[in-house]
Structure formats: C-alpha cells, structure tokens
Antibody, heavy 123, light 108 residues
Framework: QVHLVESGGGVVQPGGSLRLSCVAS????????MHWLRQAPGKGLEWVAF????????YYADSVMGRLTISRDNSRNTLYLEMSSLRDEDTAVYYC????????????????WGQGTLVTVSS | EIVLTQSPGTLSLSPGERATLSCRAS??????LAWYQQKPGQAPRLVIY???SRATGIPDRFSGSGSGTDFTLTISRLEPEDFAVYYC??????????FGQGTKLEIK
C-alpha cells in the first residue's frame, strides 16, 4: 500500500526559508519519479517540481525557479523541497506525489498523493 | 503552456442523478488527460487517466471520454460520496503539468 507523509510545514516570514520532507513507503521509491505540487487556500492545484527516479534531472515551475529546490535521498525513501526567498504567494498546502510509471509519457501523471503540509508565509 | 478550461464551475445535482463534467484544452493533448477528485481537507485522488481508463479502486459508475481538446467525466448515478471538486489535468506537454480550475459537484 503506497503511503506518502509530508512534514516540515509552518509559518515563515517573507524572505525566509523552510525544508519540507516526504517519506515514502509501500513501493520501490528508488525507481519512480516524484513531484511536489501545491494548493493555495481556496484555490486550484499547481505543479511545482519534479525529480527523476535517480535525481539526475529536475524540473520546476517558472513561479518557483531559483527559489525552491527538489531533491531526494533514495537510501531514506525521502523526497525534499528546500524553500528559500519565500513570498506571500508561496502560502499553500504542499503535496508530494508519485509519478505513475517510469515511462516518460506518464512522468507527469500523479497516481498517489500525500496528505499535504501547510506553509504559511506571513510577517 | 496548455490551458485547461472546465465547465460548469459548479454543478448541483441529487444522488442517483447523472453528472457530466467538461474539460477543454487550449490545444490538443491527445489522450494524456487525467481527472482527480478532491474532498474538503483531503488530497486529490486519481480517478481517470489516459482520458478513459479508471484508476485503481475507482467504481465503474465513473467514466471518461474524449481526445484532442474536448473531454468529459461522467458519473452515471451519483452516490453521496461522489460530491467533491473535480480537476482535469494534462500530461502531454510537460513541464509544466497543468490543471483546470475545477468543477464543484454539490448536492442539490
């Protein structure tokens, strides 16, 4: 049974930093790409970042490029999101999600999601 | 970037009725179109992928159709647990993956 558990959210001042974690279980973490997505309060879903199974390639939404960094530790079955230079508009629930397969056509299909962790950027 | 437009914004129906939700893409995404269900306070759940394939554990009252730019999610007979927000998402032209703005399916 696939299980994704995010942690690390909280309240941070504008310009501040935070690191989110997502611990995975129930599947072979090291063989799947992983994503971060977010949802601002009362709003829709926004894709944030993707890392391939081995961390060799990483992709970002334009809105977070240069400020958020995705990484993974396959020995710990853990995905990370390093967040810096945070802005008010980064306030959201952040979800980690599993890519549905190793085929490139399905890298951006999200078959399992964590429960999310709330990041609030406020002074 | 592919823009997805969902309609209607809100759909008010009663249990037992049929629901039809639409998603239109700004350009063809072939059949690389997924639907997600999200209930209040919960993470999204994959419902349909490849425009018409049901995800694991999804009941057969859910069906998807369409290709190219026009897609439909149909729920044949609404159950109380089906009332939620539904998002379409394209995964053809990536990055970025893009989502529609959502359709809220509410109890009439």
């Amino acid at each position: 049974q696939v299980h994704l558990v995010e942690s690390g959210g909280g309240v941070v001042q504008p310009g501040g930093s935070l690191r989110l974690s997502c611990v995975a279980s129930g599947f072979s973490f090291r063989t799947y790409g992983m994503h971060w997505l977010r949802q601002a309060p009362g709003k829709g879903l926004e894709w944030v970042a993707f890392t391939r199974f081995d961390g060799s390639n990483k992709y970002y939404a334009d809105s977070v490029m240069g400020r958020l960094t995705i990484s993974r530790d396959n020995s710990r079955n853990t995905l990370y999101l390093e967040m810096s230079s945070l802005r008010d508009e980064d306030t959201a629930v952040y979800y980690c999600a599993k890519a549905s397969s190793g085929y490139s056509s399905s890298w951006y299909l999200f078959d399992y999601w964590g429960q999310g962790t709330l990041v609030t950027v406020s002074s | 970037e592919i823009v997805l437009t969902q309609s209607p914004g809100t759909l008010s129906l009663s249990p037992g009725e049929r629901a039809t939700l639409s998603c239109r893409a700004s350009q063809s995404v072939s059949n690389y179109l997924a639907w997600y269900q999200q209930k209040p306070g919960q993470a999204p759940r994959l419902v349909i992928y490849g425009a018409s394939s049901r995800a694991t554990g999804i009941p057969d009252r859910f069906s998807g159709s369409g290709s190219g730019t026009d897609f439909t999610l149909t729920i044949s007979r609404l159950e109380p647990e089906d009332f939620a927000v539904y998002y379409c998402q394209q995964y053809d032209y990536t990055p970025p993956a893009t989502f529609g703005q959502g359709t809220k399916l509410e109890i009439k």
